[in-house]
T-cell receptor, first 111, second 113 residues
Framework: SQQGEEDPQALSIQEGENATMNCSYK?????LQWYRQNSGRGLVHLIL?????REKHSGRLRVTLDTSKKSSSLLITASRAADTASYFC???????????FGSGTRLQVQP | DGGITQSPKYLFRKEGQNVTLSCEQN?????MYWYRQDPGQGLRLIYY???????QKGDIAEGYSVSREKKESFPLTVTSAQKNPTAFYLC????????????FGPGTRLTVT
């Protein structure tokens, strides 16, 4: 079952702008992860935020988590054409030994 | 994708034939997973295995089968019972308990006509 829903489904921005993607989920989680997928390739792990954390940074990535609203956001600052990809949130749910992935946001960064 | 091999990258089969997708890893990871991805969609879990000789059904296991006879290998068979097998199949691994990040292979695109 799809737990996460990303918003927007697609996003097109200019190089240098910031990109924000949102993820909502339905059940209690241990952590939430963001992955990136280039077209036709496997996924690459970007960042993990635990349920007791509210914000986390990694390079140009900033992730927030609001467990009361069951939502997370991924911010990519100063975007580059190479950031063009699909981005997925994945939840590590309590009592389930596998991740549940959302439907993804397709990001297009125009040079 | 390093350390996880999925072969072939593209696979074509006729309807009614079983087909086995390969997933091999040299990362010494305990857990392995199979996902299916349809165009413009997220990943859906087919099967997963935490240890050798043990595996569990995921959300969409009907029409699929797996085995885990070796730590390095987790082949997925798409049987003729799978009603809509054309999709992109992704294998992933995870080191073990108390680890959370999954590592993905490059995927196999299966087309059944």
């Amino acid at each position: 079952s799809q737990q996460g829903e990303e918003d927007p489904q697609a996003l097109s921005i200019q190089e240098g702008e910031n990109a924000t993607m949102n993820c909502s989920y339905k059940t209690s989680i241990n952590n939430l992860q963001w992955y990136r997928q280039n077209s036709g390739r496997g996924l690459v792990h970007l960042i993990l935020i635990r349920s007791n954390e509210r914000e986390k940074h990694s390079g140009r990535l900033r992730v927030t988590l609001d467990t009361s609203k069951k939502s997370s956001s991924l911010l990519i600052t100063a975007s580059r054409a190479a950031d063009t990809a699909s981005y997925f949130c994945a939840t590590d749910r309590t009592g389930r030994r596998a991740l549940t992935f959302g439907s993804g946001t397709r990001l297009q960064v125009q040079p | 994708d390093g350390g996880i091999t999925q072969s072939p990258k593209y696979l074509f089969r006729k309807e009614g034939q079983n087909v086995t997708l390969s997933c091999e890893q040299n990362l010494n990871h305990d857990a392995m997973y199979w996902y299916r991805q349809d165009p413009g969609q997220g990943l859906r879990l087919i099967y997963y295995s935490q240890i050798v000789n043990d595996f569990q059904k995921g959300d969409i296991a009907e029409g699929y089968s797996v085995s885990r006879e070796k730590k390095e290998s987790f082949p997925l068979t798409v049987t003729s019972a799978q009603k809509n097998p054309t999709a992109f199949y992704l294998c992933a691994t995870k080191p073990g308990h108390n680890t959370y990040e999954q590592y993905f292979g490059p995927g196999t695109r299966l087309t059944v006509t």
